[in-house]
């Protein structure tokens, strides 16, 4: 195999950290009346190397480096281009959100661009304390990007709640980390792999497993670990609400793919039912606790919970096409939830004016536009065909039901039924309610760069939804990294040769 110089192997974290550097270094030089939009087209473009670079790692053979830490593959590039392609957009649509509100924006644009760095090396990690190490740089920087609305005392709440209950979190994983050396002497995943269908100490490896899945079943706000989300989805700034509530779900749900489909495979009897029980409950609680929201946010935070429900049905699987779908279906989640949180964000303004159902009343009067938008995500949402989240909805199901999971496929078309209600309640208020005047709340037109974003999520859902095939040839070629001869000519073999 083809020798590769070991740094290329993390060239996108490379690079956004390099951005985030550089813009932190470069503010304190521009005077305090200069506008910051500046540093953010800088991590924009820094945004596009990283992308760039990741696509160009398709064509690296697979590999190791750094001691067998971190691994490029087919499945660790899906993700980072997912990384980098939400990051991207989240750029592009908050890049006037802070303007003339906040001091030190160059801080905001510098805490994204390392909060996709620990989610990149979260995916890519193939030994569990770079996850652990990926996982607290992301856990950081989002922790403080949730209270960034500095005198906002709902913000500042966020921010604690989801520091503390983030802390408890990461402590179950680490934890669970330290029990699964414990059992097997290593802490690589291949190592796990091997020591746990060896091991002679199966209760321990239990324990491991069950801490580790508290822990990431936290950052995808999965049920029984999803409390934090409502508080923290209402509290933080729309924009941020929009990233945290995709990034790390993705990087979560791959760092947990990596777990159970290679770690504990030999498990699978133990960890299928587990995650059969959390898909479950997260989409039952997550649809009944959005129907009795009235806050905007509060809905769309129950919602999240109920999608990580439909994710982990695909995990339920444990076959190649269980893991395509599982990454198919974080992508179209992304481009539909980023999405309605940035309409939310040019709506309701950086103080947050509009975040209860009757404020969007008759709103298509006003803004035809914003609201055609709004309208189709929610459409995307519900999985009405012809968008990202009616195909991936399909494609999930479809895998589970050829695995004999009938009774989680009905439970989740059922939970799919009963979200329609509150996303069409959400689009009524829009469309069908009248508008009233006497609380008429003026905004500024929406710039070049948020129209920019709007109309790449835009025409993400309706690929996704219509022409697929580039996304599913990538997210198939994924799941050949764990099952070698079923991807495509992209695919990698499930264990490369390492490198140092």
Same mark, same amino acid.
């Given at each position: 195999?083809?020798?590769?110089?070991?740094?290329?192997?993390?060239?996108?974290?490379? =690079?956004? !950290?390099?951005?985030?550097? +550089?813009? %932190? &270094?470069?503010?304190? *030089?521009?005077?305090?009346? #200069? $506008?910051?939009?500046?540093?953010?087209?800088?991590?924009?473009?820094?945004?596009?190397?990283?992308?760039?670079?990741?696509?160009?790692?398709?064509?690296?053979?697979?590999?190791?480096?750094?001691?067998?830490?971190?691994?490029?593959?087919?499945?660790?590039?899906?993700?980072?281009?997912?990384?980098?392609?939400?990051?991207?957009?989240?750029?592009?649509?908050?890049?006037?959100?802070?303007?003339?509100?906040?001091?030190?924006?160059?801080?905001?644009?510098?805490?994204?661009?390392?909060?996709?760095?620990?989610?990149? =090396?979260? !995916?890519?990690?193939?030994? +569990?304390? %770079? &996850?652990?190490?990926? *996982?607290?740089?992301?856990? #950081? $920087?989002?922790?403080?990007?949730?209270?960034?609305?500095?005198?906002?005392?709902?913000?500042?709440?966020?921010?604690?709640?989801?520091?503390?209950?983030?802390?408890?979190?990461?402590?179950?994983?680490?934890?669970?980390?330290?029990?699964?050396?414990?059992?097997?002497?290593?802490?690589?995943?291949?190592?796990?792999?091997?020591?746990?269908?060896?091991?002679?100490?199966?209760?321990?490896?239990?324990?491991?497993?069950?801490?580790?899945?508290?822990?990431?079943?936290?950052?995808?706000?999965?049920?029984?670990?999803?409390?934090? !989300?409502?508080?923290?989805?209402?509290?933080?700034?729309?924009?941020?609400?929009?990233?945290?509530?995709?990034?790390?779900?993705?990087?979560?749900?791959?760092?947990?793919?990596?777990?159970?489909?290679?770690?504990?495979?030999?498990?699978?009897?133990?960890?299928?039912?587990?995650?059969?029980?959390?898909?479950?409950?997260?989409?039952?609680?997550?649809?009944?606790?959005?129907?009795?929201?009235?806050?905007?946010?509060?809905?769309?935070?129950?919602?999240?919970?109920?999608?990580?429900?439909?994710?982990?049905?695909?995990?339920?699987?444990?076959?190649?096409?269980?893991?395509?779908?599982?990454?198919?279906?974080?992508?179209?989640?992304?481009?539909?939830?980023?999405?309605?949180?940035?309409?939310?964000?040019?709506?309701?303004?950086?103080?947050?004016?509009?975040?209860?159902?009757?404020?969007?009343?008759?709103?298509?009067?006003?803004?035809?536009?914003?609201?055609?938008?709004?309208?189709?995500?929610?459409?995307?949402?519900?999985?009405?065909?012809?968008?990202?989240?009616?195909?991936?909805?399909?494609?999930?199901?479809?895998?589970?039901?050829?695995?004999?999971?009938?009774?989680?496929?009905?439970?989740?078309?059922?939970?799919?039924?009963?979200?329609?209600?509150?996303?069409?309640?959400?689009?009524?208020?829009?469309?069908?309610?009248?508008?009233?005047?006497?609380?008429?709340?003026?905004?500024?037109?929406?710039?070049?760069?948020?129209?920019?974003?709007?109309?790449?999520?835009?025409?993400?859902?309706?690929?996704?939804?219509?022409?697929?095939?580039?996304?599913?040839?990538?997210?198939?070629?994924?799941?050949?990294?764990?099952?070698?001869?079923?991807?495509?000519?992209?695919?990698?073999?499930?264990?490369?040769?390492?490198?140092?």
């Amino acid at each position: 195999m083809t020798a590769v110089f070991p740094a290329l192997r993390i060239l996108p974290e490379i =690079l956004l !950290t390099l951005t985030g550097v +550089l813009v %932190m &270094v470069t503010e304190p *030089l521009l005077s305090a009346k #200069i $506008s910051r939009k500046p540093l953010g087209v800088l991590a924009l473009l820094g945004t596009l190397a990283a992308i760039a670079a990741s696509a160009w790692q398709l064509h690296l053979p697979a590999g190791t480096a750094f001691f067998n830490t971190v691994q490029t593959d087919a499945f660790s590039v899906f993700f980072h281009l997912l990384i980098g392609g939400i990051l991207l957009v989240t750029l592009l649509v908050s890049l006037n959100y802070f303007e003339g509100h906040s001091t030190y924006i160059g801080e905001f644009y510098a805490l994204l661009l390392f909060s996709a760095v620990g989610m990149m =090396l979260m !995916t890519s990690a193939i030994e +569990l304390l %770079m &996850v652990f190490l990926g *996982l607290e740089i992301s856990s #950081i $920087s989002t922790y403080i990007l949730a209270g960034y609305r500095k005198r906002s005392a709902i913000s500042a709440e966020a921010s604690i709640k989801y520091f503390l209950l983030g802390s408890f979190a990461t402590a179950f994983f680490l934890y669970g980390v330290a029990l699964c050396f414990g059992a097997t002497g290593s802490t690589n995943i291949y190592s796990i792999a091997a020591g746990v269908a060896s091991s002679s100490s199966p209760l321990l490896l239990v324990l491991a497993l069950g801490m580790m899945l508290i822990g990431l079943g936290f950052k995808v706000s999965a049920a029984p670990f999803h409390v934090w !989300t409502p508080d923290v989805y209402e509290g933080a700034p729309a924009p941020i609400v929009g990233f945290m509530s995709t990034a790390p779900k993705a990087a979560a749900f791959a760092v947990l793919l990596r777990i159970t489909y290679t770690g504990f495979g030999t498990m699978s009897h133990i960890w299928i039912p587990l995650l059969w029980i959390m898909a479950v409950a997260s989409m039952t609680i997550g649809n009944l606790g959005a129907l009795t929201q009235r806050n905007v946010k509060r809905m769309l935070a129950y919602s999240s919970i109920a999608h990580a429900g439909y994710l982990l049905v695909a995990f339920t699987a444990f076959s190649a096409d269980g893991l395509a779908a599982a990454c198919f279906y974080t992508a179209a989640y992304a481009a539909m939830n980023v999405g309605a949180f940035a309409i939310i964000s040019y709506l309701s303004g950086y103080d947050e004016r509009r975040v209860h159902l009757q404020d969007y009343a008759g709103l298509a009067k006003r803004h035809p536009l914003a609201s055609a938008a709004m309208a189709i995500f929610l459409l995307s949402l519900i999985g009405i065909p012809f968008t990202a989240g009616f195909f991936g909805k399909f494609y999930v199901f479809t895998v589970a039901m050829h695995s004999g999971r009938w009774i989680l496929v009905a439970i989740g078309l059922l939970n799919s039924g009963l979200a329609a209600f509150y996303y069409l309640r959400f689009l009524s208020q829009i469309y069908m309610q009248p508008y009233d005047a006497t609380q008429d709340i003026s905004e500024a037109p929406a710039q070049p760069a948020f129209v920019l974003g709007i109309a790449i999520l835009v025409a993400a859902v309706f690929v996704l939804g219509i022409i697929p095939n580039r996304v599913l040839h990538l997210a198939r070629a994924s799941a050949a990294t764990y099952f070698p001869g079923t991807g495509s000519n992209v695919a990698v073999h499930a264990r490369p040769t390492p490198l140092r």
